[in-house]
């Protein structure tokens, strides 16, 4: 059985490549920023690591508590990290620092929680993805046509999405769900992280996995061609 659309991104695509940049992880001390319903978390134990997962969901955490009772959960908001955590081996944040709309702030407050060596991995929308213009207001529409390109005739040029910009965006999926959230180029985490005192150390931009082949050829097709998500590791010097 295929899917849902909204799923696929997530175990075809996401996870696999968050979970791929994992050292060993055995004894190590982990925060998860937007932990959810605890699924990463979850993950990140079984890898060995002592987790703390930290939302601002109350319901989410409830689940989490519920699915994840070897984990450690608390209502926070990831902003606010800085003198609630010290010394720790990795910070961890999956499809979740998007949120914030102000990320230098943010990897400040991140990089006070980590000891000298520690290690920083998120994940975030791509761009040439998530920056398109489209020719469906629904993201997930059937037939659909995403650029981000340019036309040009003579001294007129139209844009079709952006690229570069850091901008605030809003897409309605064919479910009623909406998701509202900042699209950034890479070049902007680079240097919020080198701001911050981060030494980067790996930079990905997601395939689909082989198995995904088999779910839809059509969706592993356009997901081996085209990243829709970016992957960053950092180092705290």
């Known amino acids: 059985m295929a899917s849902e659309p909204l799923v696929r991104p997530h175990v075809w695509v996401e996870k696999p490549a968050m979970y791929a940049q994992l050292p060993d992880l055995t004894g190590w001390r982990v925060l998860c920023l937007g932990c959810g319903t605890g699924e990463e978390c979850g993950e990140l134990r079984r890898r060995g690591a002592d987790v703390v997962g930290i939302d ?22 990831m902003h606010d990290v800085a003198g609630h955590h010290a010394g720790l081996d990795l910070v961890y944040a999956s499809l979740s620092l ?9 990897l400040a407050a991140v990089r006070t929680v980590l000891r000298r060596g520690g290690v ?4 975030v929308p791509h761009p040439v993805r998530w920056g ?4 469906d207001p629904l993201f997930d529409a059937p037939d659909q ?3 981000v ?11 079709f999405g952006t690229y570069l910009s850091c901008r605030e965006v809003e897409y309605a999926f064919a479910d009623g769900q909406r998701l509202r959230f900042w699209c950034r180029p890479p070049s902007a985490y680079f240097a919020a992280m080198v701001a911050a005192g981060f030494a980067v150390t790996g930079f990905v931009e997601t395939r689909a996995v082989d198995a995904a082949r088999a779910d839809s050829e059509p969706y592993w097709r356009l997901h081996q061609e085209l990243p829709s998500f970016m992957v960053f590791q950092a180092v705290a010097r």
């Open 56 to 77: 601002t969901a109350a319901d989410r955490l409830t689940v989490a508590r519920r699915r994840h009772p070897d984990v450690t959960f608390h209502e926070q908001d």
């Open 149 to 159: 390109g340019f036309e040009r005739a003579g001294d007129r040029v139209d844009v």
């Open 145 to 147: 046509h995403s650029v």
């Open 98 to 106: 998007q949120y914030s709309d102000r990320i230098e702030d943010l």
């Open 132 to 135: 398109a213009r489209l020719s």
């Open 120 to 123: 920083l991995q998120f994940s």
